[in-house]
């Protein structure tokens, strides 16, 4: 991925992303479809980490949904 300061301006935004909703960001920003893998790699050339937190996720998940939740994935949080 070439354009790292725009995904700095995305990350910044939403600090609490996961690197899907990242991904999906992206795309609608930038036209540009990029892997998860992609995308994890990117935040990693910025010195960002990452952590796996399914009780956040799931929790986030649950508010976004109303409760109805069909399919829950495991995410990893910036």
């Known amino acids: 991925m070439s354009d790292l300061p725009a995904l700095q ?6 600090p609490d992303a996961i690197l ?3 991904s ?21 050339k910025l010195d960002l ?10 929790s986030k998940i649950l508010k976004e949904s109303n409760g109805c939740v069909l399919n ?6 910036v």
């Open 24 to 44: 999906e960001r992206f795309a609608v920003q930038n036209g540009i479809e990029v892997s998860t893998a992609t995308m994890h790699r990117a935040v990693e």
């Open 49 to 58: 980490t990452t952590k796996k937190n399914t009780l956040l996720l799931v």
């Open 72 to 77: 829950i994935e495991i995410g990893y949080w």
């Open 9 to 14: 301006q995305l990350v910044d935004e939403q």
């Open 20 to 22: 899907k909703e990242l």
